[in-house]
């Protein structure tokens, strides 16, 4: 009988396509974390709009304008509790201030520039 050939990669090879990948790798991870922070500033932008719209239309039916509201009184509002993707707390939630997440400091943060709830 022939001994049979056994065919596969070589240990160069295999070690070559690890540090392309690795390469490619160490390119692209600043844009990818860059990406996603600014996904995570618009998300949170988005849900400042959106509880700042719910206060409003709180506001037609309300007789109290100083009350602090409760993510109970904004229920009927927003079909769901927005929550920062960043773990941010939201702050202002009296009718007469606007919102501010302790994440995305709109008020100081310059990459939010022109940006109002």
């Given at each position: 009988m022939?001994?049979?050939?056994?065919?596969?990669?070589?240990?160069?090879?295999?070690?070559?396509?690890?540090?392309?990948?690795?390469?490619?790798?160490a390119?692209?991870?600043?844009?990818?974390?860059?990406?996603?922070?600014?996904?995570?500033?618009?998300?949170?932008?988005?849900?400042?709009?959106?509880i700042?719209?719910?206060?409003?239309?709180?506001?037609?039916?309300?007789?109290n304008?100083?009350?602090?509201?409760?993510?109970?009184?904004?229920?009927?509002?927003?079909?769901?509790?927005?929550?920062?993707?960043?773990?941010?707390?939201?702050?202002?939630?009296?009718?007469?201030?606007?919102?501010?997440?302790?994440?995305?400091d709109?008020?100081?943060?310059?990459?939010?520039?022109?940006?109002?709830?």
């Amino acid at each position: 009988m022939k001994p049979s050939k056994i065919s596969g990669f070589t240990l160069v090879e295999v070690m070559i396509v690890i540090a392309i990948l690795a390469i490619l790798t160490a390119i692209a991870w600043p844009y990818f974390k860059t990406n996603r922070e600014e996904v995570f500033r618009r998300t949170c932008m988005s849900n400042m709009s959106r509880i700042e719209h719910a206060k409003a239309q709180y506001a037609m039916t309300s007789s109290n304008p100083d009350k602090e509201l409760t993510w109970e009184d904004l229920k009927d509002y927003i079909r769901h509790k927005p929550e920062c993707p960043m773990g941010g707390v939201y702050d202002g939630w009296r009718l007469t201030t606007p919102i501010c997440c302790s994440q995305h400091d709109w008020k100081s943060d310059p990459k939010l520039a022109g940006f109002i709830p």
